[in-house]
């Protein structure tokens, strides 16, 4: 850059203040093509940890045929919906997308059975949640920037961004009560805390900014709607089976209990019915481009249907000006709330809880388990370099753990299974 250049921040979208696009470590002012919000979506499109999520569970493990999707898949087509929406309703588009990148960058091997592993094991340090390690890694575990002592800042984004990103914004120990009992679900370890209250400035207490929950609702409708794509292809279940009272109730059974637990089993019912009735249903694909085609119009009408919904229900609160951070909160109809459900209950009924997966499941806890027991009680000799760094950096032996924790939940499925076997010297299958 020529050395008379003055260099002008790029503009920010109305509803955004420069509080929002600061960063944790200020940076040194960069060439003007790109705002501070497209930065952001940047660093995460370009982290090592979301290259990894090509290889980590979304609901069927990665290897098993070469059409299930990937967290990875699944992230991008969660951006892309978040995007649409969130730009629609006058959220800055970048950020959405980059919180969208971000949402399930830290979850471990093998996808929620891998987190319910390794929450046992990190249970005397805290636990484990996938949302937590997402900002562990956004804010210090992906390399990029630095603080001025040496200490890493992760990708270093901006405020907007990062509480886009936080899905659940509270500590374990500030976790709300819901529907009487304590929620297990948070968004910042207790070491992790500084950070947090950084970017929660001036935020309401335990409630998220409109972006975040784009970005949460996008999650919900992309897995539900593409979870169900999946499980068809892979000969999972057919729509048709809906007419069977028997698979029906069972479809109505396991809704309740993941999903919607105080929910009336009619208004579950109602909702099926209404999918059913939607005019796009497919109750039958034989794997011919014109079944193949049908389902594929199913997901993309369904997309449609869930955000069209959200987005009038909340325009006709909010009125037609752009909405931004906690200028507004995203409506969505509660019918709208239970067809989503419904459609993740499929899955759940024909893919994570069918026996077959049981054997499947438990040896991939066994695995993860395995795991933290032997890299705690080697030291770093098998850590990966940083790793190494931050165990011989630890100042108490709970925090050694956190690092065994970080390690083993930046492995894709593959390198856990092969860790496992150089460590262990185990060569037992998993499917």
């Known amino acids: 850059m020529a050395e008379n250049t003055v260099i002008t921040p790029a503009p920010l979208m109305p509803g955004y203040t420069e509080t929002d696009q600061e960063r944790w470590v200020a940076e040194p002012a960069k060439s003007t093509y790109r705002t501070h919000f497209e930065r952001d979506r940047a660093r995460v499109l370009h982290s090592s940890a979301l290259r990894r999520l090509g290889a980590k569970t979304q609901v069927v493990s990665p290897d098993t045929d070469d059409f299930v999707r990937t967290r990875l898949t699944h992230s991008l087509e969660v951006a892309q919906v978040g995007r649409e929406l ?41 636990g484990f949640e996938g949302n937590a390690q997402t900002l562990r890694l956004l804010t210090r575990l992906e390399p990029k920037v630095l603080h001025a002592d040496g200490s890493p800042a992760g ?116 909702a099926l019915s209404r999918l059913q009735a939607s005019g796009v249903w497919v109750p039958e694909a034989d794997g011919s481009r014109r079944a193949m085609a049908a389902l594929k119009d199913m997901t993309s009408q369904l997309i449609g249907r869930f955000c069209s919904s959200a987005l009038e229900a909340t325009r006709s609160i909010y009125g037609p000006d752009a909405l931004t951070r906690y200028a507004a909160e995203l409506v969505v109809p509660q019918e709208t709330v239970m067809e989503i459900a419904v459609m993740k209950g499929l ?31 080697t030291g770093a000799r098998h850590l990966e370099q940083p790793f190494a760094a931050d165990w011989h950096a630890a100042n108490d032996d709970g ?12 492995l ?8 496992h076997e150089r460590l262990m010297g185990s060569h037992r299958t998993l499917l």
């Not at 050694?400 to 924790?405: E, Y």
């Open 412 to 419: 894709t499925d593959v390198s856990a299974i092969a860790l």
């Open 86 to 126: 969130g730009r629609t309703l006058g959220c800055d588009p970048d950020v959405v997308d980059a919180a969208c990148l971000a949402h399930d960058l830290g979850h471990p091997p093998f996808g929620h059975n891998g987190e319910t592993a390794l929450n046992a094991a990190a249970h005397a340090i805290g």
């Open 155 to 270: 990708l270093n984004l901006t405020r907007a961004s990062l509480d886009a990103a936080c899905k659940y914004p509270w500590s374990v120990a500030d976790a709300p009560v819901i529907h009487g009992k304590r929620t297990s679900k948070f968004g910042a370890y207790e070491d992790d805390l500084p950070v947090f209250n950084w970017l929660r400035q001036g935020a309401p207490e335990r409630r998220s900014c409109i972006e975040a929950q784009v970005m949460d609702l996008a999650d919900d409708i992309s897995y539900s709607v593409h979870d169900v794509e999946d499980a068809i292809v892979a000969g999972r279940v057919q729509l048709k089976w809906m007419e069977n009272p028997d698979h029906r109730s069972r479809v109505i059974g396991y809704t309740q209990q993941w999903y919607l637990p105080h929910s009336d089993p009619a208004e579950v019912d109602a």
């Open 347 to 377: 899955a759940t009924t024909f893919v994570m809880t069918t026996d077959l997966r049981q054997p499947i499941y438990e040896r991939q806890q066994e695995i993860l388990t395995d795991l933290v027991h032997e890299l705690h009680a």
């Open 399 to 410: 925090a050694r753990l956190r690092v065994v924790i970080d390690q083993i939940a930046s």
